[in-house]
């Protein structure tokens, strides 16, 4: 009997359902802390008979994303209305006038918008790159066009990409790059993203089904 053999396709089996619980426990924890220092700042402040109430509901787990998730749907739908718009540009305005928040805060900002927005172009196209030298390729997300200062130095034709890393996306490189040096894929961002993560071992057009060792 192949005990070695039998470990390994244990762990193919096991390992992806663990490391998906572990992201979850973590985010419903990271939630829940949020959510207990709102109440134990309310307790504060409260009366007694209330701060008691509050200390009851810290036992149950999972408060905070049902609290999260009930401040971002009551944030976007108020934020829908223009009074809702009116109040948005007013606070922005406040953190803009901010010296160094002034800074981070616009940034952010800025990016949100361009990644959030529903008219926004980021990460809405896959692309072929060659990078990081010529004749050797990479997976690439159009994020936009040059502007400004950009766009006048390097003329037109000219697109905004990120490369992600792999396994891990989230960090990357940001790139000017030639529109005529691209590869428009037909895949979808989401199966370009699962084959940067599993560094080129799922393709776009297979299932994300692990193969056993023989």
């Known amino acids: 009997m192949n005990i070695k053999k039998y470990i390994f396709a244990g ?3 096991w390992l992806p359902l663990a490391i998906t ?3 979850l426990s973590w985010l419903v924890g990271a939630m829940d802390g949020i959510f207990a220092n709102v109440l134990n700042g309310l307790s504060s402040v409260l009366p007694q008979a209330m701060g008691d109430s509050f200390s009851h509901l810290l036992q149950i787990r999972g408060l905070g994303v049902v609290l999260v998730f009930v ?3 009551a944030t976007g739908a108020f934020a ?3 009074a809702g718009r009116w109040l948005v540009t007013q606070w922005d305005k406040l953190f ?4 160094i ?3 981070i805060y616009t940034s952010v900002k800025k990016v949100s918008d361009t990644l959030f927005s529903s008219n926004g172009n980021a990460f809405r196209q896959a692309l072929l790159i060659q990078y990081p030298r010529q004749g050797t390729w990479t997976i690439a997300f159009q994020t936009g066009t040059p502007s400004g ?6 003329g037109e034709g000219h697109i ?3 490369v992600p890393t792999t396994p891990n996306p989230t960090s990357g490189f940001f790139l000017v790059v030639p529109s005529a040096d691209v590869i428009e894929l037909n895949m979808s961002v989401d199966q370009a993203l699962t084959y940067v993560i599993s560094m080129g071992a799922v393709s776009p057009d297979q299932p994300a089904t692990p193969k056993l060792p023989v």
Do not use: F
């Not at 803009?96 to 010296?99: A, G, L």
């Not at 200062?149 to 390097?154: R, S, Y």
């Open 80 to 82: 829908s209305n223009v």
């Open 149 to 154: 200062e950009v766009a006048a130095h390097l």
């Open 11 to 13: 762990l193919l089996v």
């Open 71 to 73: 401040v971002l749907v």
């Open 160 to 162: 905004s990409v990120y």
């Open 21 to 23: 619980l572990w992201v």
């Open 96 to 99: 803009t006038h901010i010296p």
């Open 101 to 103: 928040v002034k800074s």
